[in-house]
C-alpha cells in the first residue's frame, strides 16, 4: 500500500490557525474518499473531516465552521484548513484514504485503508 504523507503540524496559541497537508505519490482523485482523523493520548481515534470524490464534505460537530476540508488537484494534495483553533484540538492528526467506502464520512475510522503517520497539533491556551 502507498502511504500518505501529512505536513503542517506545529503549535499555536488559542485562536490561531494551521494548514494540514497530506500527499500521495499516487493520485488521490481517482475515485477516492478522503479524509482527516485525530487522536490524543488514551482516546480512540475520531473523525475529524471527509472529502468525497463528487466534493461533498463532511465534518464533526466539533469543527464545523471552523475547519475547511479541500483538494489541490495541481499539487495532488488534500488540505485541512482549520482555524479559530482551540485547545481541545490538540491532538495527532493522520490523513487517511479508501476507493472502495459507500458512505464517505468520518462516522468510523474502519472502512480507511491507507493512513499517512500523523502530525502533531498543539494549541495552547
Known amino acids: 500500500q502507498v502511504a500518505l504523507v501529512e505536513s503542517g503540524g506545529g503549535s499555536v496559541q488559542a485562536g490561531g490557525s494551521l494548514r494540514l497537508s497530506c500527499t500521495r505519490s499516487e493520485s488521490m482523485f481517482g475515485g477516492y474518499c478522503m479524509a482527516w482523523f485525530r487522536q490524543t493520548p488514551g482516546k480512540s481515534r475520531e473523525g475529524v473531516a471527509a472529502?468525497?470524490?463528487?466534493?461533498?464534505?463532511s465534518y464533526a460537530d466539533s469543527v464545523k465552521g471552523r475547519f475547511t476540508i479541500s483538494k489541490d488537484r495541481a499539487t495532488n494534495t488534500l488540505n485541512l484548513q482549520m482555524d479559530s483553533l482551540k485547545p481541545e484540538d490538540t491532538a495527532m492528526y493522520y490523513c487517511?484514504?479508501?476507493?472502495?467506502?459507500?458512505?464517505?464520512?468520518?462516522?468510523?475510522?474502519?472502512?480507511?485503508?491507507?493512513w499517512g503517520q500523523g502530525t502533531q497539533v498543539t494549541v495552547s491556551s
Open positions: 472529502l468525497d470524490n463528487d466534493g461533498t464534505s
Open positions: 487517511a484514504a479508501d476507493k472502495w467506502i459507500t458512505e464517505c464520512t468520518v462516522a468510523s475510522d474502519t472502512p480507511y485503508r491507507l
